[in-house]
């Protein structure tokens, strides 16, 4: 008699979940945190890994982005990431410090002439290599996005290094970025990029670097009325993810979602170069700040002065890695 209705009993349940149909996999969530606005190389960029997302892998993989640090800020992103709050971000290279000082190479003053020498030193052995420097800690880098070359926004004009002594400037947390400041007499202010804009319109600092794109997208300009056309370091960017969340992908997701990732890289670097001349011009079609150019003199003095800092960081990064960015320009 039991035996009877435990079996009706297991039918009833077998029916009830064929009506119910199959069950769905949940997709997986990629969260993508970044702190800059969507009209950006990174915005962008990462929208375009999003809709690529969507195309190649439909309802497997799902990628939510999350702008202007609405999600995390540019301090707390990795610690969320090795947490699994967030799987995604693209920190600037200076935002590593914590878990690697190789990639501090990046913030050497006047190391770079140009993204063709980034291009070149990135895609070397060198500069691939790094991509993997903070494996050990639970990151890894898919791949390298540019902005492009910082210019000195301040309350005053900056024509040569002693005009920038016994400012204040904001800077990305990044030892080498304090000690270029230094170099030249300022006072470097380590703040999250949310905070730059009510910093300056408060006049709490004086100035800070950036590139034409995050002056413009962030109004900076329109609270700091000169710019000096200093293009003296580069801002540029490491797609990271959390090693345990990558491995855990199967390999055919995994090599999907790196695939739609160089695509949307390639995007967001297009969008860089664009942006680099357009972001300007729209500064200077403003009339917000006047934008100063520096003389051959005057540029060799700002080299003269920063240049030191290279020594200073040598052991950390390793004089190998500084000469193999360095000989790039060539
Ligand atoms: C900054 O903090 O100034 C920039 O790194 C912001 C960004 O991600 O471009």
């Known amino acids: 008699m039991f035996r009877k209705i435990t079996m009706a009993a297991a039918a009833l349940t077998i029916t009830a979940a064929l009506a119910a149909g199959p069950v769905l996999a949940k997709p997986i969530v990629i969260k993508f945190s970044h702190v800059v606005a969507e009209n950006t190389p990174k915005g962008q960029m990462a929208n375009k890994f999003k809709e690529l997302i969507a195309e190649k892998l439909g309802d497997k993989v799902v990628v939510e982005v999350y702008p202007n640090s609405q999600l995390f800020g540019d301090n707390k992103v990795l610690e969320a990431m090795l947490l699994g709050d967030v799987q995604m971000a693209a920190p600037s290279l200076s935002k590593f410090e914590r878990y690697t000082k190789k990639v501090a190479l990046y913030d050497l003053p006047f190391l770079f002439e140009d993204i063709t020498a980034v291009d070149k030193f990135q895609s070397s052995k060198e500069g691939q290599d790094m991509l993997n420097a903070m494996k050990k800690k639970g990151l890894i880098g898919l791949g390298y996005l540019h902005n492009g070359m910082k210019q000195l926004s301040s309350s005053q004009p900056l024509k ?8 204040k400037f904001r800077i990305m947390s990044s030892d080498v970025l304090a000690a270029q400041f230094q170099a030249v007499d300022a006072t470097p202010l380590k703040k999250p990029f949310s905070e730059v804009f009510t910093l300056l319109q408060t006049k709490a600092i004086d100035g800070q670097e950036n590139t034409w794109s995050n002056i413009y997208s962030k109004k900076f300009f329109e609270v700091q009325p000169y710019i000096t056309e200093s293009n003296h370091g580069l801002l540029d960017y490491m797609v990271v993810t959390s090693t345990e969340f990558w491995m855990d992908l199967s390999d055919d997701i995994r090599a999907e979602v790196k695939k739609a990732l160089d695509e949307a890289i390639i995007f967001g670097n297009q969008v860089a170069a664009e942006k680099a001349k357009s972001d300007k011009q729209k500064i200077i079609d403003s009339k917000r700040s006047q934008i100063i150019e520096l003389t051959r003199e005057e540029r060799a003095q700002w080299v003269e002065v920063m240049k030191p800092v290279w020594s200073k960081f040598e052991h950390e990064i390793g004089k190998e890695l500084i000469d193999a960015a360095y000989n790039s320009n060539k």
Do not use: K, R, T
């Not at 040569?160 to 400012?167: N, S």
């Open 160 to 167: 040569v290094p002693a005009d920038a002594a016994g400012l």
